[in-house]
């Protein structure tokens, strides 16, 4: 059961950063390309 | 100083593209007679134009001043050392971002087929088979969401 609840908040903070740094790059290409 | 690429486009299409001089410490912009005499000129018969510049891969809007000539807010450089790197991995490009969401993708792809092994590996169902089982089907879907979400293209 632990190596389970392991897994689960691995991935998920996996996903969750990596859809962070999405949302970050996202915001910079915008003020990039338009200006802040 | 320093020369930089502004972009004058007005409603009707016509477009003004031309080299100025940049203070980059008070963000002045300064334009050659010649372009502002042609400013001027096209004031007379369009609307009020979009004027940008492009600065270190920046697309920038000029804006007027009062007391005559131009303006550009210049972004902040990015922080030096370890921050520098910090900032390169938390945000990422749009070439890095779908890298992350291919990764993102094998992950789930490793949770699905994780999960269909550790079923058929179990000798009996019990309640920490299910968990277990549960958990990473869910991990695969989550992840599989997550690489999509950093594949938008935008």
Redo the contacts between chains.
């Keep these: ?1 632990g ?3 392991f ?2 908040v691995l ?2 903070s ?3 950063f ?5 949302n ?6 915008r ?6 | 100083m320093k020369l930089a690429k502004v972009k004058i486009e007005y409603s009707s299409g016509t477009t003004i593209v031309d080299r100025v001089t940049l203070d980059p410490a008070t963000g002045r912009v300064h334009l050659a007679p010649r372009l502002l005499g042609l400013l001027s000129k096209m004031d007379e018969s369009e609307c009020s134009p979009a004027f940008s510049l492009e600065y270190r891969g920046h697309v920038l809007p000029v804006a007027p001043v009062v007391n005559g000539g131009y303006v550009v807010a210049l972004p902040a450089d990015p922080p030096p050392g370890i921050r520098q790197i910090l900032h390169a991995v938390a945000t990422p490009s749009k070439d890095q971002r779908q890298q992350n969401g291919r990764y993102l993708h094998t992950l789930s792809a490793a949770s699905i087929g994780g999960t269909v092994g550790y079923v058929h590996s179990a000798s009996s169902w019990n309640l920490s088979t299910v968990v277990g089982a549960t958990i990473l089907a869910s991990l695969g879907v989550v992840l599989w969401y997550a690489g999509y979400h950093a594949m938008k293209g935008e």
């Design positions: 059961m190596a389970s609840i897994t689960l991935g998920v996996i996903a969750a990596f859809m962070w740094t999405s970050n790059g996202r915001k910079a290409d003020e990039r390309d338009w200006g802040k």
